[in-house]
């Protein structure tokens, strides 16, 4: 599956006629693309896939098309047939009419656009055939293009069907393309492209040597608390810090908070590697390793400790260790006494500073507004279970101030005066107290609830709570949240304005056998007071690269909503190891909503539960297997 976003300049006409709206801006118009491939390449058959162009907008550029594809030597060749706006008047007849009548004419009314228009699917009395090669130069990389193209559904001036480019690399990751359209026009562009289901740089990590002396090695097996420190000191520096060791004969057992792997499988891996020699000098048989975020023992992994060293020391594979590996429910079955317990000292306090760019396109008073500023974050820790935090903004840079218009809205303006919050300069962002209850931890499932007070989110404040139950062992868990909430001031200070609500929601998430896709269903009610459904789905890659979707339908009508009929968008997450040398947990997420609208809308900024446990069900360990490999 293929799917891409763009906006287009239509520079023919303006955004509107009316110059106090929109002054001189040209019109511009955004569009949702997939294509779908039915058929794998071969040696001997060529790939077939379907495609949709601008599919749930205003339909201004709505397109289907059928293209095949074949790779001959160094040449790639495509032929395909378009319908829509990929059709021309000088075309061949649609061959569905032979179908059906109602594939003879196109409609042209989208209404508020935002739906999928089915009935306008491969429509139209004329559709138009294109074809197209690409012969790459294995020598340097050039790629040279040709495509032929009779459709123009602007009506813009041309001298040619033809168009020319050549594609030239500047880098793995750039691309310089110079191209010729159409005959009329001479074009110049950069392209970036990255295989994000695979890091992009190689991690420098070194794993040093241990070695112990004979009056070492004798305290090591003799006396626990330099066991148990000599450990702790080789895990800190790989940024695993342990919270207990609990020694039981040939069993031993880990708590620890793993700051660094995003795969809890490389830490399981991290750990063994540098312990197995002073796990040996105890004659260690089975080893237990219990993930601890926060207050919470999200799952304990289990396997023989030769099982592990085997592998490490490439004696074995990994579907072989993993038969021996069990990653299930903490759940402490009996008293223990731990040869070490850590201790922390309460408060501890956090603080940081972080870029903040915040970004508005497709405005009527100009294509794009933009903030660039600095996040200032500041915590204290009063122990385990409770916690505040807080963000500041300040804004270096901002011509936010050019969004003059209010929004309208036949709902209460829960998100449409979003414009009005980005303006303010200097803002706070965020101000909470959290609580967590102490969990519950079951065989059969772990249970984790919590309470948050404060101003959420830019826009909203208030109080609410959020719970969790998930067993590893099922490939679903479920979560909720409810709030009383309050509408911020735009000033984002600590006055709010009259509007109020109470929203809430019940998650059902199924992690799919489907490798690396996850489901969600969340049902409830939403800022604007209207209740429905959300469905998200997403696509995790075992670099940990995220690709999703959701759509949003409520109780109220495609006319009270407005422009988009209902709400929905995109996002994807990119972990941030994935461009570095070194290993972290930290992602950076993009969210694209085709409009902000106040039907559906979100809170955002509550307690998130689902935090606690990620990256630590089965279903993750499978997906993230080749941290094994690293």
């Given at each position: 599956?293929?799917?891409?976003?763009?906006?287009?300049?239509?520079?023919?006409k303006?955004?509107?006629?009316?110059?106090s709206?929109s002054?001189?801006?040209?019109?511009?118009d955004?569009?949702?693309n997939?294509?779908?491939?039915l058929?794998?390449e071969t040696?001997t058959?060529?790939?077939?896939?379907i495609?949709?162009r601008?599919?749930?907008g205003?339909?201004?550029f709505?397109?289907?098309y059928?293209?095949?594809?074949?790779?001959?030597?160094?040449?790639?060749f495509?032929v395909?047939?378009?319908w829509g706006?990929l059709s021309s008047s000088?075309?061949?007849?649609n061959p569905?009419?032979n179908?059906?009548?109602?594939f003879?004419?196109r409609n042209?009314?989208?209404?508020r656009?935002?739906n999928?228009q089915l009935?306008?699917?491969?429509t139209?009395g004329k559709?138009?055939?294109?074809?197209?090669?690409e012969?790459q130069?294995k020598?340097?990389g050039?790629?040279f293009?040709?495509d032929?193209?009779t459709?123009?559904?602007?009506?813009?001036?041309?001298?040619?069907?033809?168009?020319f480019g050549?594609a030239?690399?500047?880098?793995?990751l750039?691309?310089i393309?110079?191209?010729?359209?159409?005959?009329?026009d001479?074009?110049?562009s950069?392209?970036y492209?990255?295989?994000?289901?695979k890091?992009?740089?190689?991690?420098?990590?070194?794993l040093?040597n241990?070695?112990?002396?004979?009056?070492?090695?004798d305290?090591i097996?003799?006396?626990?608390a330099?066991?148990a420190g000599?450990?702790?000191v080789?895990l800190?520096?790989y940024?695993?810090?342990?919270?207990e060791?609990i020694?039981?004969?040939?069993?031993?057992?880990?708590?620890v908070?793993?700051?660094?792997?995003?795969?809890q499988?490389l830490?399981?891996?991290?750990?063994i590697?540098?312990?197995s020699?002073l796990l040996?000098?105890r004659?260690?048989k089975?080893?237990?390793?219990?993930y601890k975020q926060?207050?919470?023992l999200?799952?304990?992994?289990s396997?023989?400790?030769?099982r592990?060293?085997?592998f490490?020391?490439?004696?074995s594979s990994?579907?072989e260790?993993?038969?021996?590996?069990?990653?299930?429910n903490?759940?402490?079955?009996?008293?223990t006494r731990p040869?070490?317990?850590g201790?922390?000292?309460?408060?501890?306090y956090t603080?940081?500073?972080?870029?903040?760019?915040?970004?508005?396109?497709?405005?009527?008073?100009?294509f794009y507004s933009g903030h660039?500023?600095?996040?200032?974050?500041?915590?204290?820790?009063?122990?385990?279970?409770s916690?505040f935090?807080?963000?500041?903004?300040?804004?270096?840079?901002?011509?936010?101030?050019?969004?003059r218009?209010?929004?309208?809205?036949?709902?209460?303006k829960v998100?449409?005066?979003?414009?009005e919050?980005?303006k303010e300069r200097?803002?706070i962002?965020n101000?909470n107290?959290?609580?967590?209850?102490?969990p519950?931890?079951?065989?059969?499932?772990?249970?984790?609830s919590?309470?948050?007070?404060g101003?959420?989110?830019?826009?909203y404040g208030?109080v609410?709570?959020?719970f969790?139950f998930?067993?590893?062992?099922?490939?679903?868990?479920?979560?909720?949240?409810?709030?009383w909430i309050k509408?911020r001031e735009?000033?984002?200070?600590?006055?709010?304005?009259n509007?109020e609500t109470f929203?809430g929601?019940?998650n059902f998430t199924?992690?799919?056998?489907?490798?690396?896709?996850?489901?969600t269903?969340?049902?409830g009610?939403?800022?604007a007071?209207?209740?429905?459904?959300?469905i998200?789905?997403?696509?995790?890659?075992?670099s940990g690269f995220?690709?999703?979707?959701?759509?949003?339908?409520t109780?109220?009508?495609a006319?009270?909503?407005?422009e988009?009929?209902f709400?929905?968008g995109?996002?994807?997450s990119?972990?941030?190891d994935?461009?570095?040398?070194?290993?972290r947990?930290n992602?950076?997420r993009?969210i694209?909503?085709?409009?902000?609208?106040?039907g559906?809308?979100m809170l955002?900024g509550?307690l998130?539960?689902?935090?606690?446990?990620d990256?630590?069900?089965?279903?993750?360990?499978?997906?993230?297997?080749d941290?094994?490999?690293?």
């Amino acid at each position: 599956m293929e799917v891409s976003l763009r906006y287009a300049d239509i520079n023919t006409k303006k955004y509107s006629p009316f110059k106090s709206f929109s002054g001189d801006q040209t019109f511009k118009d955004k569009s949702f693309n997939i294509k779908l491939k039915l058929i794998e390449e071969t040696g001997t058959f060529p790939e077939l896939s379907i495609g949709f162009r601008d599919f749930i907008g205003t339909g201004k550029f709505a397109s289907e098309y059928i293209v095949s594809s074949k790779k001959v030597g160094d040449f790639d060749f495509s032929v395909g047939l378009g319908w829509g706006s990929l059709s021309s008047s000088q075309g061949i007849e649609n061959p569905f009419i032979n179908i059906s009548n109602n594939f003879l004419s196109r409609n042209k009314d989208t209404g508020r656009g935002g739906n999928f228009q089915l009935d306008r699917w491969f429509t139209g009395g004329k559709v138009s055939s294109f074809y197209g090669f690409e012969y790459q130069n294995k020598r340097s990389g050039i790629r040279f293009k040709v495509d032929y193209d009779t459709s123009n559904p602007f009506y813009l001036d041309r001298k040619s069907n033809f168009s020319f480019g050549l594609a030239i690399p500047a880098s793995n990751l750039i691309d310089i393309n110079i191209f010729r359209h159409r005959g009329t026009d001479l074009g110049f562009s950069l392209s970036y492209k990255a295989n994000y289901s695979k890091p992009l740089i190689k991690k420098q990590e070194i794993l040093g040597n241990i070695l112990f002396t004979e009056s070492d090695s004798d305290l090591i097996r003799n006396n626990d608390a330099v066991f148990a420190g000599t450990m702790n000191v080789l895990l800190n520096s790989y940024g695993i810090y342990t919270q207990e060791i609990i020694l039981d004969d040939e069993n031993i057992t880990f708590i620890v908070e793993n700051s660094k792997y995003r795969k809890q499988s490389l830490a399981n891996k991290r750990i063994i590697q540098q312990t197995s020699t002073l796990l040996k000098l105890r004659e260690i048989k089975n080893v237990s390793i219990v993930y601890k975020q926060g207050n919470i023992l999200t799952n304990e992994v289990s396997f023989p400790l030769h099982r592990f060293v085997d592998f490490i020391e490439n004696n074995s594979s990994i579907p072989e260790l993993q038969r021996f590996v069990l990653n299930d429910n903490y759940f402490k079955t009996k008293k223990t006494r731990p040869i070490f317990q850590g201790e922390v000292k309460y408060p501890t306090y956090t603080w940081g500073i972080n870029p903040n760019l915040k970004n508005h396109v497709g405005a009527p008073e100009s294509f794009y507004s933009g903030h660039i500023g600095i996040y200032f974050n500041g915590g204290i820790v009063f122990n385990d279970r409770s916690f505040f935090d807080a963000t500041a903004s300040v804004a270096l840079g901002s011509n936010m101030d050019q969004l003059r218009l209010r929004s309208f809205s036949r709902l209460p303006k829960v998100r449409s005066d979003i414009r009005e919050y980005l303006k303010e300069r200097y803002s706070i962002v965020n101000l909470n107290f959290t609580h967590l209850f102490s969990p519950v931890y079951r065989r059969k499932g772990l249970f984790i609830s919590g309470l948050k007070i404060g101003l959420f989110e830019e826009m909203y404040g208030g109080v609410g709570s959020a719970f969790l139950f998930r067993d590893i062992n099922q490939p679903w868990f479920l979560s909720g949240n409810f709030y009383w909430i309050k509408q911020r001031e735009f000033s984002q200070r600590l006055s709010f304005r009259n509007y109020e609500t109470f929203t809430g929601h019940l998650n059902f998430t199924w992690e799919t056998p489907f490798d690396g896709v996850k489901a969600t269903i969340s049902a409830g009610r939403y800022l604007a007071r209207d209740s429905g459904i959300t469905i998200n789905l997403s696509k995790t890659f075992s670099s940990g690269f995220t690709l999703g979707a959701f759509a949003t339908k409520t109780d109220i009508s495609a006319e009270e909503f407005g422009e988009g009929s209902f709400d929905k968008g995109i996002y994807f997450s990119i972990p941030l190891d994935l461009v570095s040398s070194k290993y972290r947990k930290n992602n950076a997420r993009f969210i694209w909503r085709n409009l902000t609208r106040d039907g559906g809308a979100m809170l955002s900024g509550g307690l998130d539960i689902e935090a606690y446990i990620d990256g630590s069900s089965n279903y993750y360990y499978s997906l993230y297997e080749d941290g094994l490999k690293e």
